[in-house]
């Protein structure tokens, strides 16, 4: 099938940050309730779940701003994810019209990866890295009417649970349905786009291709979490995802914020 003959299919991230900020994530939930058409909404919730771990007397261990996941940790990023803040989005969505289905990865076997093995000396525990999404399937449901809600955990197909991050489980749908439809890929956050100064919320950077995200990771204009946020984009962008737009949560029609092109 030609792009132009493929339907429109709007991905849409949030981040745990949109979700605890209730202004924020109620703008978020009624504009992306009156996005008309097929989309996908993919939530994080990381926050949630470190409050949640520390009043369990859980400590929280990051590497490199990404989530050490061993057994009781992993027990508590089910238990946030999958349940409280997907359950949540998934009523918060039907209450404004829109017929939707909360996953994991492990429903319907739509996201399998495998354990991400020690690298430099550092286990990572139940973290995993995705291996094959099923777009077929996430089709099947979009093409009923029915708006996927993605948490971000996967499974092995052995029946353990996995940690995945949010970008990457965004970038993964996208990259699967677009074989399915002209994807948009919106990654949805608490700024107007990626910044040329951190300190100034208007100094948006409005398009980045490689060559740009060699260039600002070289002389840190671009750092921490925002890197492999635009790996991931860079990726949907390589694998036939048609945009990537990386916006504030008000903005989620994609008409403003930082465009990732090849």
Known sequence: ???????????????GAVVE???????????????EGRKVLVHGGGRK??????????????VGGRRITDEKML???????????????????????????GLTGADMDVIRAHRRPIKDGVDFGFVGDV??????????????????????????????????????????????????????????FEKKGVLSNPDDDDSVIPHINHSDFCRYKADGTISGGMIPKIENALQAIDSGVGQVVITCATAIDGTQGTIIKS
């Open 131 to 188: 291996d094959k999404t099923d777009g077929e399937r996430l089709a099947m449901l979009i093409e009923k009417g029915i708006t996927p809600v993605m948490a971000p955990l996967t499974h092995d197909g052995e029946g353990n649970m996995l940690n995945t991050n949010a970008d990457t489980i965004a970038a993964e749908t996208a990259k699967a349905l677009a074989a399915f439809y002209n994807v948009t890929l919106i990654y949805a």
């Open 1 to 15: 099938m030609s792009s132009e003959e493929k339907q429109t299919c709007i991905v849409v991230k949030v981040g």
């Open 75 to 101: 027990e508590v990023v089910t238990m946030v994810y999958a349940g409280l803040v997907n359950k949540n989005l998934v009523a918060r969505l039907g209450a404004q019209g829109t017929t939707a289905i």
């Open 21 to 35: 900020d209730e202004q924020q994530f109620q703008r978020l939930i009624t504009d992306f309730s009156t996005i």
């Open 49 to 62: 779940a470190t409050k949640m771990a520390e009043k369990l007397g859980i400590e929280s261990k990051m």
